[in-house]
């Protein structure tokens, strides 16, 4: 007859684990003898020996008791239901490391390829990183409402970066809100380029984008969220209206007729030639 630390040893397992099993009705817990110790029999190591078996095996302790008492069909019918659990609990672990791994890379995170490369071009013509992951952001809130029309927009988006005075436009961002200025002169220069490129972008037409357009929520999310980056947003949208043009993300041409805009561009995105100022 074996004590509870005899039975855990021969077993593999701890005397702690023996105890949980009694806890939990896998295993019966013997009477103590006349000196207070529980004694084992073969039957109790049998029985533990199983449960390790199964419970390494990842069956989950409230199916283990049921799998001990089933006949061979039954048993085998829980194995092969377990299987399959296991499957899905493994596809969505690898689903897991894949969105870790997206988290690691920084800018992949809830983005498409299309976003990422421009992201990186916008690196490129020397947009600072606090700018970019302005405009990173921005992308997350597009992506989630219009994926299917990322790839499109990012085409016409990577032709306006060729476009000195939109590359000029980032320059002057990156300048403006990388330091820590108050009032900054330099927000005149910008609200002259955005004014410019949208009265561009206004005579020479946009891409279409259908229903899109119509979505207000995104737009007016993306003016938010430049505005809560940096103070001097608002600053540079007093200075839009004074140029005759509302909004960020969309601007609107205020010298129009109430209800009439100049065709949306998402995030600046679908107007050609015109830029996206999220910080």
Excluded at 120 to 141: F, M, N, Q, T, Y
């Amino acid at each position: 007859m074996l004590t509870i630390g005899q039975l855990a040893a021969y077993a593999g397992v701890t005397a702690r684990a023996v105890r949980h099993y009694h806890q939990v009705g896998l295993l019966p817990e013997p009477q103590r003898d006349a000196s207070g110790y529980r004694r084992y029999g073969a039957t109790a190591v049998v029985s533990l020996i199983k449960i390790r078996a199964l419970a390494n095996a990842g069956v989950p302790l409230s199916q283990i008791g049921q799998m001990l008492e089933a006949d061979a069909s039954t048993f085998a019918e829980a194995v092969q239901r377990i299987d399959s659990d296991l499957r899905d609990e493994i596809a969505r672990l690898q689903t897991s490391r894949k969105q870790i791994a997206q988290l690691a890379a920084g800018d992949s995170l809830a983005l498409p390829p299309e976003v990422i490369a421009y992201l990186d071009r916008l690196r490129e013509i020397g947009a600072s990183e606090r700018l970019v992951k302005g405009e990173r952001d921005g992308w997350i809130l597009v992506t989630a409402r219009w994926r299917d029309v990322v790839p499109e927009i990012m085409t016409a988006k990577l032709a306006q970066l060729d476009d000195p005075q939109l590359v000029r436009l980032y320059e002057v961002l990156s300048e403006i809100f990388d330091s820590d200025a108050g009032e900054d002169a330099r927000l005149e220069e910008a609200a002259d380029i955005v004014a410019g490129l949208a009265e561009q972008a206004y005579r020479f037409g946009q891409l279409d984008l259908g229903e899109v357009a119509s979505d207000d929520l995104p737009f007016d999310l993306l003016d938010a969220l430049a505005v809560e980056a940096d103070p001097r947003v608002q600053r540079l949208l007093d200075l839009l209206r004074e140029r005759g043009w509302n909004g960020l993300a969309r601007l609107e041409r205020l010298a129009e007729p109430p209800g009439a805009v100049s065709p949306p561009g998402i995030d600046d995105s679908c107007r050609q030639g015109a830029p996206d100022e999220r910080t």
